[in-house]
């Protein structure tokens, strides 16, 4: 079974902060992305890595950068954190197809 | 880049009816089409998907008709159940290189009613 991890749950942070997401997998995939979902907004991608120490942007990279200096962990890095950035992180992984979803990390910066 | 549109946005039901939810794609070099499931509080989980060289896959209750021409696919659920209620999201994708990035529709919440 495919595991996807992510370091916390749930997050508050104040603004201007340096808050770091991370995202962990088992299964060894090449593939890892960085999500934010919001209510009527879907899914929109933010960063994706295909190889460790690649990066690539997404659709919504403002305001964000990412890390991947091993194969099986991703992390997200908000620089300083603001209000309108307060949403649900999800990270993924994958083969070259499908992708597995760890469990979301709820940001709230206040 | 690509664009993938989703239809309903909600979409209430009585058990046993038939839903089906669609979306459109702008990019017609896309070649991969999923459909993840996303019950409240929970991850998105992937219930089927379809390659550009199928017509159509069924997996019990649920299949997918992709039509290329039109750039258009769709889910279908038949039978419903209550616990068939959650937010679906399409997803259409190119694969380049080794990896493909996955472009989602906004989301169907489906309610289906006992």
């Known amino acids: 079974d495919v595991k996807v991890t992510q370091s916390s749950r749930y997050l508050v942070k104040r603004t201007g902060e340096k808050v770091f997401l991370e995202c962990v997998q088992d299964?060894?995939?090449?593939?890892m992305f960085w999500y934010r979902q919001d209510p009527g907004l879907g899914l929109r991608l933010i960063y994706f890595?295909?190889?460790?120490?690649?990066?690539e942007k997404g659709d919504i990279p403002e305001g964000y950068s990412v890390s991947r200096e091993k194969k099986e962990r991703f992390s997200l890095i908000l620089e300083s954190a603001s209000t309108n950035q307060t949403s649900m992180y999800l990270c993924?992984?994958?083969?070259?197809?499908?992708?597995?979803f760890g469990p979301g990390t709820r940001l709230t910066v206040t | 880049g690509e664009n993938v549109e989703q239809h309903p946005s909600t979409l209430s039901v009585q058990e046993g009816d038939s839903a089906v939810i669609k979306c459109t794609y702008s990019d017609s070099a896309s070649n991969y089409f999923p459909w993840y499931k996303q019950e409240l509080g929970k991850r998105p989980q992937l219930i089927i998907d379809?390659?550009?060289?199928?017509g159509e896959k069924k997996d019990q209750r649920i299949a997918v008709t992709l039509n290329k021409t039109a750039k258009h696919f769709s889910l279908h659920i038949t039978e419903t159940q209550p616990e068939d209620s959650a937010v679906y999201f399409c997803?259409?994708?190119?694969?380049?290189?080794?990896?493909?990035?996955?472009?989602f529709g906004k989301g169907t919440m489906l309610l289906v009613s006992p």
């Open positions: 379809i390659r550009s060289n199928v």
């Open positions: 993924a992984s994958s083969l070259p197809s499908e992708q597995y």
């Open positions: 299964m060894d995939h090449e593939n």
């Open positions: 890595s295909y190889d460790v120490k690649m990066k």
């Open positions: 997803a259409a994708s190119w694969g380049v290189s080794g990896y493909s990035t996955l472009t």
